[in-house]
T-cell receptor
């Protein structure tokens, strides 16, 4: 089992749609969680941090469920500019300090 | 302020040669990370530095790969006797501390002929 698994995608949605990405992680001692966005041939950039209490930033909402070891990202009212690959990221501080990126889910938003 | 910088931006080398990749993190960031991304693939974690020390080197793909960080700042990733499968984009990131938001450099695109 991979340490971080994401929906394989790609997701093809029309403008204005709501889209949800899911991610699971295997290490229950994982410390911190993020969603990053990566545009084609560019470096990843932070989209938002993920907390158990939930985190909302405009059209984006992220949620962490530690009991189920599950992370989600919801995008409302999708824009063409949201087209990118979304990466789930988990930091593990026990059993070795390392950051694990999910394989990413590609999103295509079409007019 | 200045972000993470990496050099060179592109490197083409012949199989069997050694290469050295450089990363300049954001000033004051104690944590520094190296990743590798092959075409169309996800990011592969290589190594993490806290200050000048790397608590876990198990992510390095083989003993041809080594990394060091000096002065709690600049880091170099060295690949000895390069192979074609080493061709990838090597990304460096830094954060104020392990577990915090990571800021990425633009990467070094390595091509081994």
């Amino acid at each position: 089992r991979k340490e971080v698994e994401q929906d394989p995608g790609p997701f093809n949605v029309p403008e204005g749609a709501t889209v949800a990405f899911n991610c699971t992680y295997s290490n229950s001692a994982s410390q911190s969680f993020f969603w990053y966005r990566q545009d084609c041939r560019k470096e990843p950039k932070l989209l938002m941090s993920v907390y158990s209490s939930g985190n909302e930033d405009g059209r984006f909402t992220a949620q962490l469920n530690r009991a189920s070891q599950y992370i989600s990202l919801l995008i409302r009212d999708s824009k063409l500019s949201d087209s990118a690959t979304y990466l789930c990221v988990v930091n593990m501080g026990t059993g070795g300090f390392k950051t694990i990126f999910g394989a990413g889910t590609r999103l295509f938003v079409k007019a | 302020g200045a972000g993470v910088s990496q050099s060179p931006s592109n490197k083409v080398t012949e199989k069997g040669k050694d290469v050295e990749l450089r990363c300049d993190p954001i000033s004051g960031h104690t944590a520094l990370y190296w990743y590798r991304q092959s075409l169309g693939q996800g990011l592969e974690f290589l190594i993490y530095f806290q200050g000048n020390s790397a608590p876990d080197k198990s992510g390095l793909p083989s003993d041809r790969f080594s990394a060091e960080r000096t002065g709690g700042s600049v880091s170099t990733l060295t690949i000895q006797r390069t192979q074609q499968e080493d061709s990838a984009v090597y990304l460096c990131a830094s954060s104020s501390n392990f577990g915090n938001e990571q800021f990425f450099g633009p990467g070094t695109r390595l091509t081994v002929l």
